[in-house]
């Protein structure tokens, strides 16, 4: 991880922080844009991890593959599904093709790799499109909810976890979480949705069960997304997916968290 002073961390939330809001705020092609930089960022920081174990994911058929997620998602009122799903089996057979004519060892986990890094995260993450555009429909404000919590759970299990976390949660993937921190976390997340329902965001009818799966859905899914991309780094022998971030570690890192909860909270609202 490269190092960076204390001032230069801010820097990057000063700047980052309300620069993610300002893309949620706008909505629209902006923030599908804006999605579309983070998915092909931390894809790539995915398929690097094991290149050192002698897999090669395709680079350009992941990239092919997460803008076509990524725009599906923002389409997806005007797309015909089983146009989709043609477009889909000819992307396969293609990547199997390819793969064939391929000089690089190990094709069968080259494959599963590429498949599997679209599968992980523009099929996931990308589903922030089609919440956000949950939220222009509707005039609510759930894409902003549901990432703000996963910073506060975040900031609050890193928090107790240094000052009072003794106990491991995780100790095989992600030796540096604690129980107290991931409670901790939980807790801020459920105290966060209480409020919000009390000042009727980010809907007037949000009742105590929505409060409830939102924060199950931040505080502990959230949470195991990030335990999720620990084992990948772990089993990678890496501590961060990347620099991109300086001190922050990579793209994916910033993300993780929200590869599971934004497709939660998407299937919740819309089904």
């Not at 679209?118 to 589903?127: D, F, K, Q, S």
């Not at 404000?141 to 009072?164: E, H, L, R």
């Not at 890192?253 to 590869?259: A, E, H, K, T």
Request: aromatic share 16%.
């Amino acid at each position: 991880m490269t190092d960076i002073s204390p001032k230069g961390r801010k820097l990057i939330n000063a700047l980052g922080i309300p620069g993610i809001l300002l893309m949620i705020w706008l909505g629209g092609f902006y923030f599908s844009i804006f999605i579309t930089v983070v998915v092909v960022l931390a894809l790539k920081e995915f398929y690097s991890l094991y290149r050192s174990k002698g897999i090669y994911a395709s680079l350009t058929m992941g990239l092919v593959g997460s803008v076509f997620f990524v725009w599906f998602y923002h389409f997806e009122p005007y797309l015909n599904m089983l146009a989709v799903i043609q477009l889909a089996i000819v992307f396969v057979l293609l990547l199997l093709i390819l793969e064939l004519f391929s000089k690089k060892i190990n094709p069968v986990s080259n494959l599963a790799y590429t498949i599997f890094g679209i599968a992980y995260i523009p099929m996931l993450l990308g589903t922030l499109i089609a919440l956000r555009q949950i939220d222009m429909t509707y005039g609510t404000y759930y894409t902003i909810a549901i990432v703000v919590s996963v910073w506060i759970c975040d900031t609050a299990a890193f928090g107790f976890g240094v000052k009072w976390g003794k106990k491991k949660i995780f100790p095989r993937t992600s030796p540096n979480k604690s129980i107290v921190g991931s409670v901790a976390g939980f807790i801020s997340v459920l105290a966060f949705f209480i409020i919000l329902a009390y000042f009727e965001i980010p809907s007037s009818d949000l009742t105590m069960q929505d409060v409830i799966i939102f924060s199950i859905i931040s505080g502990v899914f959230g949470q195991l997304g990030d335990f999720v991309e620990s084992l990948f780094k772990r089993d990678a022998g890496v501590k961060d997916s990347g620099t991109f971030l300086l001190g922050h570690g990579g793209v994916l890192d910033r993300f993780d968290s929200l590869i599971f909860a934004a497709p939660l909270t998407y299937f919740y609202l819309h089904f």
